[in-house]
């Protein structure tokens, strides 16, 4: 095989491996997903309680079916969740909550970021759920999973080599909530977008090749 078509479809080959192979996995634990934190947020600005979405850090939240502040009530010294049934890891001053059940939290990059890791103290208004997820790249789904049943609020994460720059996900039919989130940046991932470029410019790589050879 002539070598310029052995090299386009090796990288053919490399790009096709790169898209196909991703995956989001779930993890459990302080420091599970996180190695690195390049970006945090722990929503002590009251701008938390309506923004929507609310950036902080370079990190977008936003809220679908939910309400915007929880009655006012964002704060981890309100009543009912203080102490969060005295789990070991409570929220801790303001953080992110949505009452309603069946809504969505979506929490994106900016200025054209990829995570490679979310991590965050995840919670819910009851003392334990599953949380339902999907995580995206350029717009294409890339994984989707519904956890065991968590006793919350506990530490949890996303995390994936070839990334993720959008995260959706709801905790069944109770309200979720969440607080000190930390993301780690990909320096190298290709987003869906971009691979697709890169797809096309071999394979019109392939096509000067062949008529190249003609020619001579």
């Not at 192979?21 to 599970?32: I, M």
């Not at 953080?95 to 890791?117: D, N, P, Q, R, W």
């Not at 609020?153 to 909530?177: E, Q, Y």
């Not at 071999?202 to 001579?216: S, T």
Request: charged share 10%; aromatic share 12%.
């Amino acid at each position: 095989m002539n070598n310029i078509y052995g090299a386009t479809l090796a990288l053919l080959l490399a790009v096709a491996g790169t898209t196909a192979n991703a995956a989001t996995v779930f993890t459990s634990g302080a420091g599970s997903a996180v190695s690195s934190v390049d970006a945090s947020a722990d929503f002590e600005n009251t701008a938390a309680l309506y923004g929507n979405p609310y950036v902080e850090d370079g990190i977008s939240f936003s809220r679908t079916g939910l309400s915007f502040n929880n009655n006012g009530c964002g704060y981890a010294g309100c009543t009912y969740h203080s102490g969060f049934f005295g789990s070991p890891t409570p929220f801790s001053g303001n953080y992110m909550y949505g009452t309603g059940s069946g809504g969505t939290f979506t929490i994106e990059t900016t200025l054209g970021k990829v995570f490679t890791a979310l991590e965050m103290i995840l919670g819910s208004g009851g003392s334990s759920t599953n949380f339902s997820w999907t995580t995206y790249l350029g717009g294409a789904t890339v994984s989707s999973g519904i956890t065991a049943t968590l006793d919350v609020p506990s530490i949890h994460g996303w995390s994936d080599i070839n990334g993720f720059d959008k995260l959706v996900f709801s905790a069944g039919n109770t309200a979720p909530a969440f607080d000190t989130v930390k993301a780690q940046y990909s320096v190298s991932a290709v987003p869906v977008p971009a691979a697709g470029v890169l797809l096309l410019a071999a394979i019109g790589g392939l096509g000067v090749a062949g008529r190249r050879r003609k020619a001579a």
